[in-house]
């Protein structure tokens, strides 16, 4: 079992900027690679990015590339996304989840489905 606590989610003016947070425990030996997920109110959950623990590889969706950055403190099991700036668009429930398969390539780790474990969510809400 893998426990992830996700933080720093709230309300922010379009242009501003938050950083997510995502706390692992339990069985993190286990996890191989981290992402983020977001999903609007009637919209599909759609990929925001992914790292790997070890060698620190990463992985964007077209839609957050050069204003997203994932990061990753290993001694405190945590994963971050730093969001700058944020737009409207950005407004979603975000995911932090955890994959304990090896793949090949970090590709593999742009589908929610290929993860084992999800944090509660968070809520970030941009305003125009």
């Known amino acids: 079992q893998v426990q992830l606590v996700e933080s720093g989610g709230g309300l922010v003016q379009a242009g501003g900027s938050l950083r997510l947070s995502c706390a692992a425990s339990?069985?993190?030996?286990?996890?191989?690679?981290m992402g983020w997920f977001r999903q609007a109110p009637g919209k599909e959950r759609e990929f925001v990015a992914a790292?790997?623990?070890?060698?620190?590889?990463?992985d964007y969706a077209d839609s957050v590339k050069g204003r997203f950055t994932i990061s990753r403190d290993n001694a405190k099991n945590t994963v971050y996304l730093q969001m700058n700036p944020l737009r409207p668009e950005d407004t979603a429930v975000y995911y932090c989840?955890?994959?304990?398969?090896?793949?090949?390539?970090?590709?593999?780790?742009?589908?929610?489905?290929?993860?084992?474990?999800w944090g509660q969510g968070t809520q970030v809400t941009v305003s125009s």
């Open positions: 790292i790997l623990w070890i060698g620190g590889s990463t």
């Open positions: 989840a955890a994959a304990s398969f090896r793949a090949y390539g970090i590709s593999w780790y742009g589908r929610a489905g290929n993860y084992d474990y």
């Open positions: 339990g069985r993190t030996f286990s996890s191989y690679a």
